[in-house]
């Protein structure tokens, strides 16, 4: 009895753990994907990819082929990466969770182990190769730094071959030009933009010169040999007849020099070394050399004794090598280059006067930095001002540990770097990039030719009369660092209209919260008391659009309080488009470009509204609403207002919409005859735009909403007419029709006759037509309109 019991004691807490680790299983939620990676929220692309390639090698189904749940638990990190490494579905991720993504592919395959093993992100494990992205790639070749690029697939035999190449040319190349890769496999629309049709595929890429493809063979040697010719390399052969002029000529510019002297005894600095350095410091020492066997004088006169690398900064005096020279043991290239490099002026430290009267009006870069003896900034920051040079910006250093209420008044409260441009020290941006040189100088270079500046309390817009938008970030947060340089060249496109501004919500939370603020990045226009936030992608069109339709709108915003008025309300004769979206919702953020610019196509014609269900939930419950984007047209004369067509069709762009809903205006081309086209076409005194077609003509069914879109711009001015060349055949013969659909005008030229063959228009698009016969009815006026005659 005791024995049974003591069972049943058992079974019963058996059954209490599973049931509660059910409900733990039920309960706890899947790890999100930054999680399921093991990355943090602020990781690159390249650090998203080196993760998820642990895991996969680790994880995959084929090397876990004795675990039935190997499968679903690569799925799952597959989804990870999938989302994390797409701009856009991070960003929409990071804003609404999974449910953001419930429109999107759940990416139900993957490779095979080996391809994670040997194809994956063939570069990604190689310091001195950097794997460009779509969101680095303009702003590095344009740096003003030389680029030579490999463009490979990761299923390319012949981008693995190169590979062990290509890792020891970048090692033999290091601090002389950057190399780089760019993953096609990756980044497609990357790789066709630059004409890539083949892998690999070498380019060598300089700020002003056009990009010049690579074609020799693909060894150490060769590939030196080409990068080589364009990098700047002059070593100088001093000797006694112009060693003084050379050097004093240099130290006039403030340049000084690094002379290799070759003499009997000790080792000598290689040729291929010094043109090393010579390209390194390129602009900011001269590189020469002294063969002290011939110059026997000249060495003993500088006490040189054996051989020796000595750097002579501007002033030094020549026949005293203890004043300020510099003696190098190394024949290392990188030693040598950061011991001289150490030892170049440094840049100007700014007071708080002097950085305040600076900055009223001059560019300035400025490293902000905490202490004389902090060196958080980046080894090679020495060649800024050269690369700076010709966009006229001075690149200066503020130390905010010795003058801390500039910062403070700056919201600056760590090492960085801003730029300045130019129009005081309010006006201003900081770098949240990488701290390399080539970042640094696009940064600088779109900052101080832009108009984006850093906000806070005291320059928050209110309620200005000029609309503000603004860009509530974290720096840590990739896809907002990606948003940046779009906000840059939007700010220049609408300047004068919109002020552009960026918040850093990890400064100023209160603001954020304010503004109830809940994903980075938040874009948000300001226009008096109305507020808009964007939705769309992270690209400057797309945002010039957004901002366009805010100053012009031709989307209304239906709300419950105009709905039933303007909507069901309507006069017979109108016709309403509306949307019906939810602004988590993929496809609907996909469609609200294409719809608003389809409502700007047909404004005059139909009007356009839509209806934010997941602000106006009621509404779209009350519409039946059950699915996002719902696109619905309500037709014009009908007794029911209510009554609405249901937009099924696969595509979803402003073409195809346009068309769906032109097809529901009332007729207005008319259908011609034989009869009526010799009569009032050929023989009467109005101007007319036909439209040849075949009713079996897919594309002039296609055409047919265009052609009365035609019509109705056209009416009062132009006649509009359509020729079914099927019924019609002898009339489109004698005109010359030999492809459907055809458009031609036949203007009326008063007592000229006017020709059957007419005047071809070789367009389709609405606006397009009309406006190449506005411009010919024009020069018609001015032909038949009478010169003035001197009357003597």
């Known amino acids: 009895m005791e024995l049974y019991s003591a069972n049943i004691s058992v079974l019963k807490r058996t059954i209490l753990c599973l049931v509660v680790l059910s409900l733990a299983v039920l309960i706890c939620p899947d790890q999100d994907y930054y999680s399921l990676l093991g990355v943090s929220k602020a990781s690159s692309n390249r650090e998203i990819r080196q993760a998820f390639k642990k895991l996969a090698l680790k994880l995959h189904p084929d090397k876990n082929q004795n675990d039935p749940e190997a499968h679903d638990k690569f799925l799952k990190i597959n989804r990870a990466y999938e989302v994390l490494k797409d701009e856009d579905l991070r960003k929409k991720y990071d804003k609404y969770g999974e449910k953001g993504l419930e429109d999107q592919q759940q990416g139900?395959?993957?490779?095979?182990?080996?391809?994670?093993?040997?194809?994956?992100?063939?570069?990604?494990?190689?310091p001195e190769i950097v794997t460009l992205d779509r969101g680095e790639f303009d702003a590095a070749v344009n740096s003003g730094e030389v680029w030579f690029l490999n463009f490979y697939s990761p299923r390319c035999s012949h981008c693995h071959d190169l590979a062990p190449t290509w890792r020891e040319f970048a090692k033999e190349m290091d601090g002389l030009i950057r190399i780089g890769a760019v993953n096609c496999g990756d980044d497609r629309m990357l790789c066709r933009s630059q004409g890539i049709n083949s892998y690999p595929s070498l380019y060598v890429f300089k700020a002003g010169m056009s990009p010049v493809k690579y074609f020799g063979d693909r060894t150490k040697g060769h590939l030196v040999n080409f990068a080589m010719k364009y990098v700047s390399s002059t070593v100088t052969e001093l000797w006694a007849g112009n060693f003084r002029s050379s050097v004093e000529k240099s130290f006039a510019s403030g340049?000084?020099?690094?002379?290799?002297?070759?003499?009997?005894?000790?080792d000598c600095l290689s040729s291929?070394?010094?043109?090393?350095?010579?390209?390194?410091?390129?602009?900011?020492v001269s590189v020469g050399w002294m063969d002290c066997s011939t110059q026997a004088d000249l060495c003993d006169n500088l006490e040189i004794t054996t051989s020796s690398t000595a750097y002579f900064p501007p002033g030094a005096t020549l026949s005293n090598k203890d004043n300020g020279v510099l003696f190098l043991n190394s024949l290392d290239v990188?030693?040598?280059y950061s011991e001289v490099m150490k030892h170049l002026p440094d840049l100007e430290l700014l007071s708080p006067d002097s950085l305040k009267d600076s900055l009223a009006y001059h560019r300035w870069l400025v490293f902000f930095t905490y202490g004389n003896d902090d060196q958080s900034y980046l080894p090679d920051y020495k060649k800024l001002n050269l690369l700076l040079r010709n966009d006229h910006v001075q690149v200066g250093r503020f130390d905010c540990q010795a003058n801390p209420s500039t910062c403070k008044s700056l919201y600056i409260h760590k090492p960085c770097v801003a730029a300045f441009k130019g129009k005081g020290v309010n006006d201003y941006e900081i770098h949240h990039g990488k701290i390399n040189l080539y970042d640094l100088v696009a940064f600088t270079k779109e900052s101080v030719n832009s108009h984006v500046i850093t906000l806070g309390p005291q320059n928050f817009p209110g309620n200005d009369r000029e609309p503000w938008l603004v860009d509530f970030f974290a720096p840590w947060c990739p896809p907002c660092r990606a948003l940046l340089p779009e906000l840059r060249k939007a700010s220049k496109r609408v300047f004068g209209h919109v002020r552009f501004g960026t918040l850093d919500c990890t400064i100023h939370e209160g603001l954020?919260?304010?503004?109830?603020?809940?994903?980075?990045?938040?874009?948000?226009?300001?226009?008096?008391?109305?507020?808009?936030?964007?939705?769309?992608?992270?690209?400057?069109?797309?945002?010039?659009e957004f901002i366009e339709d805010l100053r012009n709108p031709t989307v209304i915003t239906l709300t419950p309080a105009n709905f039933n008025e303007l909507v069901k309300g309507r006069n017979r004769e109108e016709i309403w488009m509306v949307d019906y979206y939810a602004p988590w919702c993929g496809p609907c953020q996909a469609l609200m470009p294409e719809w608003k610019r389809m409502a700007r196509h047909l404004s005059g014609l139909i009007n356009v509204g839509s209806v934010d269900c997941q602000k106006y939930s009621s509404l779209c419950s009350q519409q039946y609403v059950q699915a996002y984007p719902e696109i619905r047209l309500y037709p014009a004369n009908r007794d029911n207002p209510g009554y609405y067509n249901s937009y099924n069709g696969w595509q979803r762009d402003s073409h195809a919409l346009k068309n769906w809903g032109l097809s529901y205006l009332p007729k207005v081309?008319?259908?011609?005859?034989?009869?009526?086209?010799?009569d009032k076409v050929l023989n009467g005194n109005e101007h007319w735009v036909l439209d040849f077609y075949a009713p079996w003509c897919g594309p002039c069914r296609s055409f047919a909403p265009e052609f009365e879109h035609v019509a109705r711009l056209l009416k009062g001015k132009v006649k509009a007419g359509k020729v079914d060349c099927q019924?019609?055949?002898?009339?489109?013969?004698?005109?010359?029709?030999?492809?459907?659909?055809?458009?031609?005008?036949?203007?009326?030229?008063?007592s000229k006759k006017k020709s059957i063959d007419g005047e071809l228009i070789e367009r389709n698009d609405a606006k397009d037509i009309v406006k190449i016969i506005t411009s010919r009815i024009g020069n018609i006026k001015n032909q038949q309109r009478p010169s003035k005659k001197d009357e003597l």
């Not at 081309?669 to 086209?677: G, M, V």
């Open 108 to 126: 139900g395959q993957y490779e095979s182990w080996s391809y994670y093993r040997y194809d994956f992100g063939i570069y990604d494990d190689d």
């Open 255 to 266: 340049v000084g020099w690094l002379i290799t002297f070759c003499a009997d005894t000790g």
């Open 272 to 284: 291929q070394t010094r043109l090393k350095l010579s390209a390194m410091l390129d602009g900011l």
């Open 334 to 336: 990188k030693e040598i």
């Open 512 to 544: 954020c919260n304010m503004h109830n603020i809940r994903a980075y990045p938040t874009t948000v226009v300001f226009n008096q008391s109305n507020t808009h936030e964007y939705e769309g992608h992270h690209s400057a069109d797309q945002i010039l």
């Open 669 to 678: 081309a008319i259908d011609l005859t034989p009869e009526s086209f010799n």
């Open 727 to 750: 019924a019609h055949g002898q009339t489109c013969q004698s005109a010359g029709i030999r492809a459907y659909p055809t458009v031609k005008f036949y203007p009326y030229l008063g």
